[in-house]
């Protein structure tokens, strides 16, 4: 099995060489840094959380994010040189960035360190220098990487009568595309591997046959320089063809969970703030509770968030306090502990043990094992968050859900359900983006397998009027008794659709009821997205009438077959090349035709965020087949179900 590591070895020396190469350079110039935020979550996922000390330790003089508000008031003393880290290529961009950090600072020399090489006008060419890296990976665990950097790329519905569709979104991102799709070419010849690329999906498409054609790649293809071929299979799978997956709320993973009900940790887009205090309540002069936690600090235990249920996860973090407080330093605390039986762990139960580090005194002792409690302390907030009643509901909703796809692919009665819940969502305490993101994740389910009845579809319609409308009426009220708050991502979409501003909250009823019927419109889009594949049309799992019905992702059903031993067809897999083609003429060469595990690694990237669900999913299928090849996942973004919402179905541009 050494040769199916690889990959995966390969990619961690990557992103070793990669950041040695900048440390080197940090060191060599005694200069101050600065760093966009981009780039600070590609080294936070890399170094557990620690940013500040990597560049410290390479000897810089002092560390800054970069950011116009920031940087600009910033003046560094005794300092000649400066390197900006950034994750763009855009001319303009970096041409800012230098004239804001240069308004109070007169640095002899500047160093960029960006992807590729960008044209810099209005300066001296002695003075800047381009060092172009290729870092761009997030090393979540050790086979899963996201790719922050690219997450504006999201497929969009394809529909006639819609004003986005894809071909605009790809123009629109072709920069962007190509940008990665120079990374990706550039990661490949550092591995010194030669890739099969397969594609779903439109934006798949495109960026596979870019991949493809990109001269550079074709040469590095050609020029694989090993003793034995080293191949990869990358496949492109497009999000908008499962748009049910991401908004449901139904997961066995913890780490879903947490991402869902806790803070993000400012500017970053795949971790949490985690609060800390806890812990430091009882020490003295310590500001270590105002430094947030973060899931980055053990990767090791991100795996068993992502792969073990809760029950597991819990005995596993009980365990491991327990070991931490029984050490000799704390050996007064022993004769406390006590082993609890697995079916009586809780977050609770934790957080007692937790509260037992209030008896330790010496802040050494509490930092020695800080990349673990974090972790733990982020488990106890999310189990105890006062969001988990609303997200426990929303399980129980879509349960309900498939119970009525059971009894009829007719489910009118599916609506009606969801128009009274929406009539009585401020009773059942649950928020109106909730109830759009089950609008969503029912319409992506049932697809074009189940009709809803005209007349339950115009109820609907009413009901989601007469919610916008209630909304906009309680904000206006919230408005005027604080003119000053801020607002959530569905206020600010409320907000948008009266288009007077904060001071003149009307809006009329026709209006509304023309807007609702847009979000109809979509819900019915959302419904047609798979109309062109031929196996994976259905998400809905039934093999017999004794079976419960269960949704089944477009990523599970997709390695379920390229991993399985028979090799079925895949004849919604197309493969990028132009050989393939004269392949498929002779039908007879049936070995011609090529598969993902001709290759000894198969690398997954869905086009538009995953979910640490689908991972979960994606591993167990892959520890059920125990392929010989290995295979890792990729995306750009972790995704929450309302992000799906906010991006597909309430659109700013429904708003004006």
């Known amino acids: 099995m050494q040769s199916t590591m690889e990959g995966i070895n390969d990619m961690e020396q990557f992103l070793t060489d990669e950041w040695h190469e900048i440390a080197e350079l940090v060191q060599e110039e005694e200069c101050v840094v600065y760093i966009d935020s981009l780039m600070i979550e590609c080294l936070h996922w890399y170094t557990g959380g620690k940013v500040y000390s990597f560049f410290k330790n390479a000897g810089a003089i002092a560390v800054y994010q970069l950011s116009s508000e920031f940087s600009e008031n910033i003046e560094v003393k005794n300092c000649k040189k400066a390197i900006i880290i950034s994750a763009s290529i855009d001319r303009c961009e970096i041409e ?48 899963l990487f996201l790719i922050p950097s690219f ?16 071909k605009e979104t790809i123009n629109n991102l072709k920069d962007k595309i190509e940008t ?20 779903m999906g439109e934006v798949s498409k495109y960026i596979a046959d870019m991949l493809e054609m990109l001269p550079a790649a074709i040469d590095r293809r050609n020029n694989v320089m090993s003793p034995k071929k080293k191949g990869v299979s990358l496949i492109f799978v497009d999000r908008v063809l499962d748009l049910c997956t991401p908004t449901s709320n139904n997961t066995e993973s913890l780490l879903s969970r947490i991402l869902c009900t806790l803070p993000p940790l400012p500017d970053h887009h795949n971790d949490v703030a985690i609060d800390m205090s806890p812990l430091f309540q009882n020490l003295q002069d310590s500001d270590s509770e105002k430094i947030p936690g973060c899931l980055a600090s053990n990767r090791t235990l991100i795996n068993t968030l992502i792969t073990k249920n809760q029950k597991d996860v819990l005995t596993t973090l009980n365990d491991m306090l327990v070991d931490i407080l029984s050490t000799k330093e704390k050996s007064k605390l022993k004769d406390s502990l006590k082993l609890k039986p697995a079916t009586r762990i809780s977050a609770h139960s934790l957080e007692k043990l937790v509260n037992k580090f209030k008896e330790v005194h010496d802040l050494h002792t509490i930092l020695e094992s800080s990349n673990k409690l ?17 997200l426990e509901l929303l399980i129980s909703l879509e349960k309900l859900v498939l119970q009525n796809v059971a009894v009829s692919r ?34 992506a389910l049932a697809g074009t397998e189940i009709v809803f009845s005209f007349e339950q579809e115009q109820q609907l319609i009413d009901a989601i009027a007469d919610a916008l409308l209630e909304d906009n009426i309680s904000l206006a009220n919230d408005f005027h008794e604080n003119l000053y708050m801020d ?21 009329d009823k026709e209006k509304i009821v023309n807007h609702a019927k847009v979000i109809m419109k979509r819900l019915h889009t959302i419904a047609q997205q798979r109309n062109s594949l031929q196996d994976y049309s259905s998400l809905i799992s039934k093999s017999s009438s004794q079976e419960i019905v269960r949704r089944i992702g477009i990523l ?20 990028s090349s132009s050989s393939f083609i004269s392949s498929k003429l002779n039908l007879f060469k049936e070995k011609a ?25 994606a591993r167990e299928i892959i520890s059920l087949f125990n392929p010989k090849c290995k295979v890792t996942i990729t995306s750009s973004i972790f995704l929450k179900p309302t992000d799906i919402t906010f991006k597909y179905l309430l659109l700013d541009d429904d708003c004006y």
């Open 487 to 507: 607002l959530s991502k569905y206020q600010t979409y409320i907000n948008k659709l009266t288009r007077k501003g904060k001071n003149d909250q009307t809006l």
């Open 151 to 166: 997450a504006e790329i999201v497929p969009s519905l394809t529909d006639m009568y819609l004003t986005t569709t894809s």
């Open 96 to 143: 800012t960035i230098l004239t804001t950090i240069t308004l109070k600072n007169a640095f002899e020399h500047i160093t960029i360190a960006c992807p590729g090489i960008p044209e810099i006008q209005d300066y001296n060419r002695e003075k800047v220098k381009i060092f172009p890296h290729s870092i761009f990976l997030n090393p979540i665990d050790s086979d």
């Open 593 to 617: 035709i090529p598969h993902p595990c001709d290759n000894s690694w198969i690398i997954v990237y869905v086009v538009g965020g995953i979910t640490a669900e689908e991972v979960r999913e």
């Open 410 to 443: 007719y489910s009118t009665s599916v609506l009606g359900q969801l128009s009274t819940i929406i009539r009585t969502r401020n009773k059942r305490g649950l928020d109106t983006d909730n109830i759009f993101t089950l609008l969503v994740h029912i319409y």
């Open 374 to 390: 974090q972790i733990v302390l982020g488990i106890i907030q999310a189990l105890t968050s006062k969001k988990m009643s609303q």
């Open 556 to 575: 599970q059903q997709l390695l379920t077959d390229v991993l399985h031993p028979d090799r079925p067809e895949l004849s919604d897999l197309h493969h």
């Open 180 to 199: 990665f799709v120079n990374l990706l070419n550039e990661l490949f010849f550092r591995l010194n591997v030669k890739e099969d690329i397969y594609f």
